[in-house]
């Protein structure tokens, strides 16, 4: 028994960083999507597609 609960001793500690790698790579994942959803807003914009007044409110739609 004690040879099986020190075998699997190394696996806890790996489970916490394999956790913690997903955790911030999926956070900066979200702020890369806000980024992208501001650029398209900002194209849009660009190419006259929104005016100046959709554009804020879709931007104030963004920040909130």
Known sequence: MNGF???LGWL????LIVGLIYFL??????SDR???AKE???MRLAKGEIDKEEYEECL???NS
């Open 5 to 7: 609960g020190m075998g």
């Open 12 to 15: 806890i500690p790996i489970l």
């Open 25 to 30: 790579n999926d956070n900066s994942r979200k």
């Open 34 to 36: 806000a980024k992208s």
């Open 40 to 42: 398209i807003l900002d």
């Open 60 to 62: 104030k739609a963004l």
